[in-house]
């Protein structure tokens, strides 16, 4: 081939690639963002933490130190460890699980009716992975928190991995069982005699408890901390090519809260999250939660964290802050 004919498609390739890096888009006026985003805390009858990171230093947050609670965000956090351990060799996606009523959880979890109707639910790593994040189930996520050893197993993930500032201590059954002023029995798996036990916690109790899961450090996030994890999932840093897409490509399939980060931004976006909200009692809420990787039009993918807590609105303001975020982070980037 002519010498000529070379260095016409090498000048290609660069024209292309630097192309690219001219027309990526990016956060363009993080002090702008910053301003917008504190607007929207201060405005809100609670304490708002929000964080976004595009790139691998100096993310844009309000409130971006301060500790929320998880809740159900944790379950992406368990899914992540998961692939670790599937990218590690240590588990398999397809590798056969059997759940039976001792097996079961607290609160949302579809699989305790298939339990109910059947005994038992043959299923797979794979499908508990997706019921966790997909549908937030609780039973499947402590299921697979059992499979990897504990929770303290999930704490170890993170700290190999060199993430900060997000803490899993309890299964799901034990942290919403002591949310309650209950310490988790196995009888608990018959939501009769949870609901029993719950009713005969006398109301002082219930509000202690609720009020020492409000301060409680445990089971919780800094919106840094939960930004760094997902730029570093986003980014493909934390599981491997296959697992990255895997997991991401099971967030953008959740089907809880559509009114949080997903209602904010534009049709042309596409979005992966994992949403949490904990009980409201004496006109407070907990929390209302949620975080994700945003994909902008040109592929480039953002890590968001938001969180609401201690919050006197209802659920459709709590929302709606969250939303507004989104349509925030979204009109920033150019």
């Not at 993310?59 to 992540?80: D, E, H, I, T, Y």
């Not at 460890?81 to 590690?88: G, I």
């Not at 490509?249 to 976006?269: C, H, K, N, Y």
């Amino acid at each position: 081939m002519p010498r000529n004919i070379y260095m016409t498609a090498a000048v290609a390739i660069l024209i292309n690639l630097f192309s690219s890096r001219i027309f990526a888009g990016e956060i363009t006026q993080p002090d702008r963002l910053r301003l917008e985003l504190e607007t929207l805390a201060d405005a809100h009858p609670g304490r708002v933490g929000i964080c976004v990171q595009d790139q691998p230093k100096s993310p844009v947050c309000v409130n971006g130190a301060q500790r929320f609670s998880l809740q159900s965000v944790m379950k992406l956090v368990v899914a992540a460890a998961v692939m670790q351990a599937v990218d590690e060799q240590r588990i398999r996606l397809d590798d056969q699980i059997t759940i039976r009523r001792e097996d079961l959880s607290v609160n949302i979890q579809p699989i305790a009716d298939i339990v109910a109707r059947h005994g038992s639910f043959e299923t797979s790593v794979r499908d508990l992975v997706r019921r966790a994040v997909v549908a937030s189930d609780s039973a499947a996520t402590d299921v697979l928190i059992a499979r990897l050893g504990g929770p303290k197993a999930i704490q170890a993930f993170l700290e190999k991995a060199g993430l900060t500032g997000v803490r899993i201590d309890r299964t799901e059954r034990e942290l919403q069982t002591e949310t309650d002023g209950l310490m988790w029995q196995p009888e608990f798996v018959f939501p009769q005699r949870l609901e029993q036990a719950r009713r005969e916690v006398p109301a002082e109790a219930r509000q202690t408890a609720f009020e020492a899961y409000i301060k409680d450090p445990r089971d919780t996030a800094t919106p840094r901390g939960m930004a760094a994890f997902l730029y570093s999932l986003a980014s493909g840093s934390l599981l491997t090519a296959g697992s990255t897409e895997f997991l991401l490509t099971v967030m953008s399939q959740t089907t809880t809260f559509p009114d949080r980060l997903r209602a904010g931004i534009p049709p042309e976006w596409g979005i992966g999250h994992k949403t949490g909200t904990s009980q409201t009692r004496g006109g407070i809420n907990g929390v209302t939660n949620d975080v994700g990787i945003l994909t902008a039009p040109d592929g480039r993918r953002i890590a968001v964290a938001a969180f609401v807590a201690e919050s006197r609105a209802g659920q459709a303001e709590r929302a709606a802050v969250i939303a507004a975020a989104a349509r925030a982070i979204t009109a920033a980037y150019e």
